[in-house]
Nanobody
Framework: QLQASGGGLVQPGGSLRLSCAAS????????IGWFRQAPGKGREGVSC????????FYSASVKGRFTVSRENAKDTVYLQMNSLRPEDTATYYC?????????????????????WGQGTLVTVSS
């Protein structure tokens, strides 16, 4: 299972840190991805981190503002979101990639993920 948390209401320019807690599988064997879905839009890949934490990917829309990290000892992945913009408003989901290493060109494809947590809502508004 995967459980995302940490969402909330934040003003433009503010920060939030999302957490994704895993259970029921060997967490350090899998890459974990973050996706988001805004009302009326499709699911967008935001970031993905390899099983060791040594490799990660970001979408162009968040690169330089968001940072993904993980603590395998705690079975948890984090998404630090800085300089938030109204267009970042969405429900954020974490998901388990099919293997340990995210692949360029595939990491942002939802069908490459096996399990999804329930989302956490992030609202960026003044």
């Amino acid at each position: 299972q995967l459980q995302a948390s940490g969402g909330g209401l934040v003003q433009p320019g503010g920060s939030l840190r999302l957490s994704c807690a895993a259970s029921g599988f060997s967490f350090d064997n899998y890459a974990i991805g973050w996706f988001r879905q805004a009302p009326g839009k499709g699911r967008e890949g935001v970031s993905c981190i390899s099983s060791s934490g040594g490799r990660n990917f970001y979408s162009a829309s968040v690169k330089g503002r968001f940072t993904v990290s993980r603590e395998n000892a705690k079975d948890t992945v984090y998404l630090q979101m800085n300089s938030l913009r109204p267009e970042d408003t969405a429900t954020y989901y974490c998901a388990r990639f099919f293997g340990p290493h995210p692949i360029a060109g595939l990491w942002a494809t939802p069908s490459q993920y096996e399990y999804w947590g329930q989302g956490t809502l992030v609202t960026v508004s003044s």
